[in-house]
């Protein structure tokens, strides 16, 4: 069965002081594994799509990695706003459309 | 070019009652996937239209439905509503190319309350 898992489950940071978040996955064929930021009431909002093992990409502040097990997202000299839930879904070879989410990581940046 | 969006932002019912919810794609994107966000149980999928017709479903009982329209707009309905029930149901359309993985994009969510 595919399945998600990211940790920690919730991560406080100062401001400026950078961390990683982790998502391991097993599934059968992996089509894409994605990223997304969610605020408190709102819907996902989209980050990153990574196809295959070794792919990086950025945005601003964040950077997300690839492997044939998991996926980090590193965040560089985080601010208050990055403050958010981030959740990693992936989507198998032969599920369609189907996402399959973790729990996601909550994150809290202080100033 | 505007998001995803979802009508109505927030309901109220009681138990037993029906309800429909309803999702405007991207322009363009003619896949539709429905979401059940729930603080126990994370987002679950629930199911997916692609050209007026269900491709894939999730593992929800019968009481969850839906369909697509030729515009891609899609809607959502769950009868006899439970209290279980009770989440942010969301919406994500995506452009569906062929071959390779497709981002989805996700509406702002219709928040039910099932009292």
């Known amino acids: 069965e595919d399945q998600v898992t990211q940790s920690p489950e919730a991560l406080r940071l100062q401001e400026g002081e950078s961390s990683s978040l982790n998502c391991s996955y097993t599934?059968?064929?992996?089509?894409?594994l994605f990223w997304y930021r969610q605020d408190p009431g709102k819907g996902p909002e989209f980050l990153f799509t990574?196809?295959?093992a070794g792919e990086e990409k950025e945005k601003e502040r964040l950077k997300a990695t690839l492997t044939k097990k998991e996926s980090f997202l590193h965040i560089t000299a985080p601010k208050p706003e990055d403050s958010a839930t981030y959740l990693c879904?992936?989507?198998?070879?032969?599920?369609?459309?189907?996402?399959?989410f973790g729990p996601g990581t909550r994150l809290s940046v202080l100033p | 070019k505007a998001g995803v969006t979802q009508t109505p932002r927030y309901l109220i019912k009681t138990r037993g009652q029906q309800v429909t919810l309803s999702c405007s794609p991207i322009?363009?994107?003619?896949?539709v996937s429905w979401y059940q966000q729930t603080p126990g149980q994370g987002l679950q999928f629930l199911f997916e239209?692609?050209?007026?017709?269900?491709?894939n479903k999730g593992n929800f009982p019968g009481r969850f439905s839906g369909r697509q329209f030729s515009n891609s707009r899609s809607e959502m309905n769950v009868s006899t509503l439970e209290l279980g029930d009770s989440a942010l149901y969301l919406c994500?359309?995506?452009?569906?190319?062929?071959?390779?993985?497709?981002?989805?994009?996700f509406g702002p969510g219709t928040r039910l309350t099932v009292l």
């Open positions: 879904a992936v989507q198998a070879r032969n599920y369609g459309q189907n996402f399959v």
């Open positions: 994500a359309s995506s452009l569906d190319p062929a071959g390779g993985g497709d981002t989805q994009y």
């Open positions: 990574l196809y295959s």
């Open positions: 322009s363009g994107h003619r896949s």
């Open positions: 239209y692609f050209s007026e017709t269900q491709r």
């Open positions: 599934v059968s064929g992996l089509r894409g």
